[in-house]
Every structure is written in C-alpha cells, then in structure tokens.
C-alpha cells in the first residue's frame, strides 16, 4: 500500500507539473475526478446503460477472476455493488442493446493443473433494472479478449485469442502455442443464435471498437498473442461493412500503438485512452488519449489523463468520458502490479 501510495504521488506531481507547462491543454480537456473506484483492480470493461455506467470483471492473482459488477451513478457519484457474475472471467467482451448488458466470451482460470487462460464460448444477458442474469446461446467459437459493438439490432464480437485449429492445447499461456484471432460473429436476440461472418483482415486482440455511420471500426490491440510479454502491438485500423459483410482498406493508423485500452465513441469520433507496451527495454503504461474522426480519416492527439493505466473500464455517458480503475504498471514480474482505483472523467462537450 505505501508503495502504491507514493507511485500515485509521484504521477499526481508529474502531472500538476505538467499542467503548469501547458495551460492549454488542461483548460481544453476539462478533466475531473469522481468518486473512486471500490475495489481497484486491472482487466475491468465498463459500458453505459440508462444513463448509468457498469463495470464487470477484474482479475486477482494467479490469473483469478473476480466476477466483479458494479453500476455508477453520475447524478450523485456514487458506486453501487451488484451481484457478481454467474460465471466469472475476464477479457470479456460488452455490449449494450435497449437497455440489457451483453457479456462475451472472455477466459477462466482451469479448474485443475496450471493457472492459465481458459478460454469460454459463454454469454450471458444482464438485466441492469432487475439485477439478474439469464445465459444465451454459446458463441460459435471460444475466445477471450474479443471486442463487441451493437449494429442493426445485433451484437457483433470480432477479433479475439484461442487456440490453433486442431490444436491439443486447452488453455492460453505466454509459452504455450496459441494465436490471435480476427473471427467475426453476430448474434441475434430475436432468435438466440449466432452467425459467423467474414474474418477480420488482421487478426488481433485487445483493441478497441466503435460504430459510426453504420460502419464498424476495430482499432489497434496486439498481434501474434494474447499476453503482452510475447505480443506485438498495432496501430491498424480496418473497417467492416455490415451490410455487406465485407472489410475495407487499411485507414490512417493509431498515432500510439497500444493495447488493453478503454474506448468510446460520441459525436461519429471513436475515443481510445490508457492502454499498455512492452519492448525487451521496457515496460509501460499509457496517459495517451486518442479521437479517431471517420469522415475525414484522422487522429487527433487530446490531452492525457493524470495516471497511466491499463486493464481500465471506460464509456462514455451523456458526453463525458469515464476512465475507471486499471492497473498502473505494465506488471508480470512478482510486486509490479499498482491496482488503482482513480476514477477520471473527461468532459468531451467542453469548449
């Protein structure tokens, strides 16, 4: 703890400093801070519903699921816990559609041997008014790390990590043989049933997604593996057109590669902050926050958060950007993790 704490002050210094030496950037961001996140961890994925921000997941040590949910309420910045998941796992992939929550894929930890990534074709439908869960039909293919987005009524989750077709292997590890992912599946509410449609170009995961103009965007995450000592990451972004199930050309690239980012999309801009790189010279994690403009195919940099994180829950809710929680240290060696419970607001609507 009192290591955490002076990391925190450390950031929080580096930060004011920098606001001093650009007053510009901090009058345009309208940064904020709200109320702290409960039960700081990494691995969280958060998305709006009736006006109210949700946060599910987290992971523990020795790759342990925490199952976590939680709803906040910005009318009176206020956390309130709900009952945890029915099956709980991380990496998930979240979606929202006329008010239920939609939770997909992600990993667990096996229930003998190593610990590892298990990955899960699970999903599950919760129901924020009632606080209740009800299971759906399986995904066509397990994976965890997927990123899922509403289109049409439906619910696509594209990308992802699993195993090699064929392969004798059960579970991920960094030194295990297992590849990424760029399956693309839909599923329909009306029916309860999935549909499997064109790959995605580059296979990755960990990115970070959005839909404007009735085009989907799957932007950055990492290549080749799902865990970040044996990935690359990438700063593609490809685009696929619903209607006619097909992906289009290469767009302007990500000006920060990263991946285990939070995103959100307002106003037809697709917003990407936090996240985290690894080289053999370093380790990191990101301030960086990003809007990517599809009608002119641009990136433009905005002023970064206090703290660096990733693993963090984000979504946007009536124009402001919640980054909560996450992990301030690209961790993996034993005492690197800095679980962090700082919840920072960016107001996207400020002039």
Same mark, same amino acid.
């Given at each position: 703890m009192l290591r955490k704490n002076l990391y925190l002050q450390f950031v929080a210094g580096m930060a004011a400093l920098f606001m001093l030496l650009a007053p510009g950037w901090a009058s345009a961001q309208k940064l904020s801070r709200a109320a702290p996140f409960p039960e700081a961890s990494e691995e969280l994925y958060g998305i709006g519903a009736g006006g109210k921000l949700y946060v599910f997941g987290g992971l523990g040590a020795g790759w342990t699921p925490k199952g976590l949910v939680y709803e906040?309420?910005?009318?009176?910045?206020?956390?309130?816990k709900k009952k945890n998941m029915p099956q709980a796992a991380h990496h998930l992939?979240?979606?929202?559609?006329?008010?239920?929550?939609?939770?997909?894929?992600? /990993?667990?930890?096996?229930?003998?041997?190593?610990?590892a990534w298990e990955p899960?074709?699970?999903?599950?439908?919760?129901?924020?008014?009632?606080?209740?869960?009800?299971?759906?039909?399986?995904?066509?293919?397990?994976? =965890?790390?997927?990123?899922?987005?509403?289109?049409?009524?439906?619910i696509y989750a594209i990308g992802g990590a699993g195993l090699h077709p064929g392969s004798k292997e059960t579970v991920l590890h960094p030194a295990r043989p297992h590849r990424a992912l760029g399956t693309n599946e839909v599923y329909d509410p009306a029916s309860n049933a999935w549909k499997t449609l064109q790959d995605m170009p580059t296979a990755r995961n960990h990115g970070a997604i959005g839909v404007v103009n009735n085009k989907i965007y799957y932007i950055g995450g990492r290549v080749g593996n799902a865990f970040i000592t044996r990935a690359s990451n990438t700063d593609i972004v490809e685009v696929y057109d619903p209607a006619?199930?097909?992906?289009?050309?290469?767009?302007?690239?990500?000006?920060?590669?990263?991946?285990?980012?939070?995103?959100?999309?307002?106003?037809?801009r697709i917003y990407v902050a936090g996240g985290e790189q690894r080289t053999s010279?370093?380790?990191?994690? /990101?301030?960086?926050?990003?809007?990517?403009?599809?009608?002119?195919?641009?990136?433009?940099?905005?002023?970064?958060?206090?703290?660096?994180?990733? =693993?963090?829950?984000?979504?946007?809710?009536?124009?402001?950007?919640?980054?909560?929680?996450?992990?301030?240290a690209s961790g993996g060696a034993p005492g690197t993790h800095i679980d962090s419970d700082v919840h920072e607001v960016i107001d996207l609507d400020a002039k």
């Open positions: 906040y309420d910005p009318a009176n910045d206020s956390w309130t992939g979240l979606a929202e559609l006329n008010g239920k929550i939609y939770v997909i894929g992600g /990993f667990v930890k096996p229930a003998k041997g190593p610990t899960i074709d699970n999903a599950w439908e919760y129901d924020p008014a009632a606080d209740t869960w009800k299971a759906l039909a399986p995904l066509p293919k397990k994976r =965890g790390a997927p990123a899922a987005v509403v289109h049409g009524g439906k006619a199930d097909q992906w289009g050309p290469l767009l302007a690239p990500m000006i920060t590669p990263r991946s285990a980012v939070a995103w959100g999309t307002h106003n037809n010279q370093f380790q990191r994690t /990101f301030r960086a926050v990003e809007a990517y403009d599809p009608a002119s195919n641009r990136w433009t940099a905005l002023p970064p958060m206090e703290f660096p994180r990733h =693993g963090l829950a984000g979504a946007i809710i009536n124009g402001k950007f919640h980054l909560v929680s996450g992990d301030a």
